[in-house]
């Protein structure tokens, strides 16, 4: 695609409830990265992926944050029962060939209210 | 551990007039640094990047940015700016050991007509 797609845009979720954020990066881009933005807040990285491995996931603030990438190209973040203070946009990013000196490609973000 | 600060929460400038939004650094060993600007509900743009070379380094739409190393600084700047330069600015910085981008809080740019 001409950039990378995140879905959805927007997302209301009640205390507890489990959700799912997807990711479709640039093609051929083999490096993919997590950040959450919080309100007035600058990104703060969350996880990194190379093709399918997930090399870095330092950044996960909690055991029920959990990304994955299976086939290298789509990247699905997970977050078990949601908690207030999980409520941010979260951005996903590609970069091609390797992470570094590449500029981050962004995607729009998804928005997500916890209730 | 990387990091990198924006000072200002804001900055108005009248159209036609200087821009400069201000970014200082700390990382270590070689410093990869970035601009980026974000326009309401839409991802971040990158505007520009300093890797190595030349410390002025010129982006996109007008803009440009000084690498200081002295001053541990990296400042973006236009010359002459427009209302639709008004946006969310943010500095990015990754050593040249890592991979992970670490962001300043942001800068709101608010150019009045």
């Known amino acids: 695609g001409a950039g990378v797609s995140q879905s959805p845009r927007y997302k209301v979720a009640k205390r507890g409830q489990d959700v799912a954020l997807r990711c479709d990066p640039i093609?051929?881009?083999?490096?993919l990265f997590w950040y959450q933005q919080a309100l007035g807040q600058g990104p703060e990285f969350l996880t990194y992926f190379q093709n399918e491995a997930q090399l870095d996931k330092s950044g996960l603030p909690s055991d029920r944050f959990f990304a994955e990438r299976p086939e290298g190209s789509v990247s699905t973040l997970k977050i078990q029962r949601t908690q207030q203070e999980d409520s941010a946009v979260y951005l996903c990013?590609?970069?091609?060939?390797?992470?570094?000196?590449?500029?981050?490609?962004f995607g729009p973000g998804t928005r997500l209210t916890v209730l | 551990a990387q990091s990198v600060a924006q000072p200002e929460d804001q900055v108005n400038v009248a159209e036609g007039n200087p821009l400069t939004v201000k970014c200082t650094y700390s990382v270590s060993g070689n410093p990869y640094l970035f601009w980026y600007v974000q326009y309401p509900n839409r991802g971040l743009q990158f505007l520009l990047k300093y890797i190595t070379g030349d410390n002025l380094v010129k982006g996109s739409y007008g803009f440009e940015a000084e690498f200081n190393k002295s001053q541990t600084s990296f400042h973006l700047k236009k010359p002459s700016a427009l209302v639709s330069d008004s946006a969310l600015y943010f500095c990015g910085g990754e050593g040249s050991n890592d991979y992970k981008l670490s962001f300043g809080a942001g800068t709101t740019v608010t150019v009045r007509a």
């Open positions: 093609s051929g881009h083999v490096s």
């Open positions: 990013a590609s970069s091609i060939p390797q992470a570094g000196i590449y500029e981050q490609f």
